[in-house]
């Protein structure tokens, strides 16, 4: 009886393996693209039968033309430069976001904090002596409400205001990728730049896209890769903002690269690490990095006011230990 079941059985069976291996030929492949942007490292796997690497060069480049200090050319150094220039779409849609989101953390998020990122030795120009004196000069042009943006061209309420995006512009790079993927009508993807992440679907094992975050030990050479956690995650944006690896010394005291734009000196608040999910990158950007800025107790009331918002925050306790704190809504991703 067994042999004559294993007889009828054993046909469906092979059809059945036979199926499944024609399916897994057919499966669209899925492709890598890697490079350099925004002076940093750049990796995207999307599932496509097409490789879309000069298409998507040529987003980041655009984005690059309007948003990055560095580049001679773009769109934000004429601004910087008092130039009468006109503002593209892709500064417009920043611009706005930046300003909501200074008005929602109460100015520790601000665009215009560029010379006094620059003034510390982490932006676009080379640092200066930085004393009180120069720092409470510097203040006197720093505010987003000292800014804003009337008929497609920038107003300034001071010559000497200049505006820094990078908090928010790679995370808005991100987002450019992802809808040029999703144009091309591709549904499973990770679009990584420099640590900052949109990802969507299931990656090539079929499985929910997986993220390490750090432990923030000091690491200015990104050696140390040991891992706090993992979040798996298949729809969002997230960012991670932590000063344990852009950072310098100098006469034996440690200078942060995030500043506080309302005091103006480097950030010496509890948290270590501060990681963002959002609707999109941009978002998640401004609000890892606004987060540093605010410690521990002002993040958890900004996102008790913002549930969409989920964090992750990794910082120092009064007696030298680390503590872990994360949203309600952040443990559906959390994978230890």
């Known amino acids: 009886m067994a042999n004559k079941q294993l007889k009828w ?51 980041l480049q655009k984005v690059d033309n309007s948003l990055s200090p560095f580049n001679k050319k773009s769109v934000i150094t004429h ?71 009337v008929d497609g061209k920038v107003v300034k309420k001071d010559p000497r205001i200049m505006l820094d995006c990078s908090a928010i512009a790679k995370g808005y790079g991100v987002d450019c990728v992802a809808r040029l993927l999703e144009s091309k009508g591709i549904k499973n993807y990770m679009i990584d730049i420099g640590g900052e992440l949109v990802v969507k679907g299931k990656n090539a094992q079929q499985e929910s896209w997986r993220i390490g975050i750090n432990k923030p030990i000091d690491d200015s050479l990104s050696v140390n890769q040991e891992l706090q956690t993992i979040i798996e995650i298949n729809q ?25 734009p309302r005091t103006g000196y480097p950030v010496q608040h509890n948290i270590l690490s501060s990681t963002v999910i959002a609707k999109d990158c941009a978002t998640a950007d401004a609000y890892a990095t606004s987060f540093m800025v605010l410690g521990l107790d002002s993040a958890k009331a900004i996102c008790n006011a913002h549930p969409e918002l989920d964090a992750y925050f990794i910082y120092a306790k009064e007696n030298g230990n680390t503590g872990i704190y994360f ?10």
């Open 236 to 260: 969002g944006g997230m960012a991670t903002s932590g000063n344990y690896r852009n950072f310098y010394y100098k006469d034996g005291k440690k200078y942060a690269h995030t500043i506080d």
């Open 79 to 149: 601004i910087n430069h008092n130039e009468d220039y006109s503002t593209d779409s892709m500064f417009t849609h920043v611009f706005r976001l930046a300003k909501t989101i200074s008005k929602e953390t109460h100015g520790a998020f601000d665009i215009t904090v560029a010379p006094l990122v620059n003034a510390w030795g982490f932006g676009f120009k080379n640092a200066s002596h930085v004393d009180s004196l120069t720092i409470d000069s510097i203040r006197q042009f720093i505010g987003f409400e000292k800014v804003d943006l």
């Open 9 to 59: 059985q054993l046909p469906f069976l092979i059809l059945l393996i036979v199926g499944t291996v024609l399916i897994l030929k057919k499966q669209v492949p899925y492709q890598t693209d890697q490079g350099i942007v925004f002076g940093t490292m750049y990796k995207i796997t999307y599932q496509s039968k097409e490789n879309l690497k000069m298409e998507i060069e040529s987003k």
């Open 327 to 336: 949203t309600e809504g952040m443990k559906q991703y959390l994978r230890n």
